[in-house]
């Protein structure tokens, strides 16, 4: 895996399980599908949790890019 730039990550993860955590201490698991240079991300099947707890499934999900503290691959 070769990761030159910060975009490089997000590009080897897509297409697969991600976890977001956002600003509002609410966690978002899903497929990342796409993405911009604003880190604005689609999520295929996402779910959101708050304290470990599936609250709500989402299924497509736009989330804008300035609400998201950490995106990290979920498994």
Do not use: W
């Not at 897509?14 to 977001?20: A, E, S, T």
């Not at 959101?48 to 691959?73: A, H, Q, V």
């Amino acid at each position: 895996m070769d990761l030159e730039r910060p975009l490089d990550a997000l590009n080897n993860a897509r297409g697969k399980r991600v976890l977001l955590e956002l600003k509002n201490q609410k966690q978002i698991r899903g497929n990342l599908k796409s993405f911009d240079i604003h880190i604005n991300t689609v999520l295929e099947n996402a779910e959101e949790y708050e304290n470990g707890e599936l609250k709500r499934k989402l299924g497509l999900t736009f989330i804008r890019g300035d609400t998201i503290i950490l995106i990290s691959p979920s498994e």
